[in-house]
């Protein structure tokens, strides 16, 4: 199965856009990208995800590369309840037995 | 609505020892899912339950044994604990359409000793 790979740790101030990226070099045709975070001492909640255009809802964006290699979620204006981990996770034609990495921890501050 | 509840919060074993964690989802949800979590380490996938009557190994199951008791409910089993299963078991579920979200419960925090 093709991997994904993040950043372990990110900054952001409140009330600024935040772009937090993923690098999945190996994606098939089929994996969908999704996202998913954790905030603490809660379990993982999904946020979004695409296959191949870019995408938007209530929570974030997610920007798809052209050639799939890599993506970015955007959060719009960060607040610190959105400090938590994010997860960037391939999944094969959208099956749901989903494989979490270590993801990117985002601080938030003031 | 509750969502997917796991009972119990915390827990504290001795090695050998058994217990059973309890998670339910009341989102007439096909599919059902336990994982753990390690300090420091993404979620790994123990068992999972594709629908009502099936259930399936995941990446590490050595140690557990699951029930999907009915479309509701889905046990997890262990049968004699041991401290390498310390860490926070989360039960999810989805509706086991191509990207349907998975749904998790915040979690029993298990220590065995």
């Known amino acids: 199965d093709a991997k994904t790979t993040q950043p372990n740790s990110m900054e952001s101030n409140e009330e600024e856009p935040v772009h937090l990226p993923c690098n999945h070099s190996?994606?098939?045709?089929?994996?969908?990208i999704h996202w998913y975070r954790q905030l603490p001492s809660q379990g993982p909640e999904y946020v979004i995800h695409?296959?191949?255009s870019n995408v938007n809802n209530r929570m974030a964006s997610l920007a798809i590369a052209e050639d799939r290699k890599s993506s970015t979620l955007i959060l719009h204006r960060a607040t610190l309840r959105d400090a938590a981990v994010y997860y960037c996770?391939?999944?094969?034609?959208?099956?749901?037995?989903?494989?979490f990495g270590t993801g990117t921890q985002l601080k938030v501050e003031l | 609505n509750a969502g997917v509840t796991q009972t119990p919060k915390f827990q504290v074993l001795k090695t050998g020892q058994s217990m059973t964690l309890q998670c339910a989802q009341d989102?007439?949800?096909?599919?059902m899912y336990w994982y753990r979590q390690d300090p420091g380490m993404g979620l790994r996938l123990i068992y999972y339950?594709?629908?009502?009557?099936?259930?399936d190994k995941g990446e590490v199951p050595n140690g557990y044994n699951v029930s999907r008791l009915n479309k509701r409910e889905f046990s997890l089993r262990l049968e004699s604990a041991a401290p390498s299963q310390t860490s926070v078991y989360f039960c999810?579920?989805?509706?086991?359409?191509?990207?349907?979200?998975?749904?998790f419960g915040n979690g029993t925090r298990l220590t065995v000793t």
């Open positions: 989102m007439n949800h096909n599919s």
């Open positions: 695409g296959l191949t």
């Open positions: 996770i391939l999944s094969p034609g959208g099956g749901n037995k989903l494989t």
């Open positions: 339950s594709a629908s009502e009557g099936t259930t």
């Open positions: 190996t994606i098939s045709g089929t994996d969908y």
């Open positions: 999810a579920s989805s509706g086991g359409q191509i990207n349907s979200p998975l749904h």
